[in-house]
């Protein structure tokens, strides 16, 4: 059995051959599964959101354990697309940090240059 990371929120799943996503109701509201055939233009940028913000885990796309062929196309593309950007999400945080350190050494230098 996999142990999993106790800050992770799964919001991509595949369960007894379909594929499902994590419907985000807010407070007032239980968060619901729904079938991945369902997910509207919302609801994919509720779940960037999340992926971009939060800690995100999503079922790895097997082709074997999705019978339905409509959850097959969408939980893929779904799926590579938020792969990409998860395995960017760092490195796109590390560059802005590291142009923030930059930009802000500068005008420290500045600042101090012109104290003098």
Excluded: C
């Excluded at 807010?26 to 079938?35: A, L, Y």
């Excluded at 995100?56 to 062929?69: A, N, Q, R, T, V």
């Excluded at 959850?71 to 593309?77: L, M």
């Excluded at 350190?101 to 005008?107: D, E, I, P, Q, V």
Aim: glycine content about 0%; cysteine-free; aromatic content about 12%.
């Amino acid at each position: 059995m996999k142990k999993e990371e106790p800050n992770l929120m799964k919001y991509l799943k595949i369960e007894n051959n379909k594929a499902y996503y994590l419907s985000i109701k807010g407070e007032e509201q239980e968060d619901t599964w729904i079938e991945i055939d369902r997910i509207s233009k919302d609801d994919l940028l509720i779940l960037l959101n999340k992926a971009i913000t939060s800690e995100f885990e999503m079922d790895e796309y097997k082709e074997e354990d999705l019978s339905h062929k409509a959850h097959q196309i969408v939980y893929k593309n779904i799926f590579e697309k938020f792969s990409e950007l998860l395995e960017n999400k760092n490195s796109f945080k590390d560059e802005s940090e590291s142009l923030y350190k930059s930009a802000f050494a500068k005008y420290s230098d500045t600042d101090q240059s012109s104290d003098d």
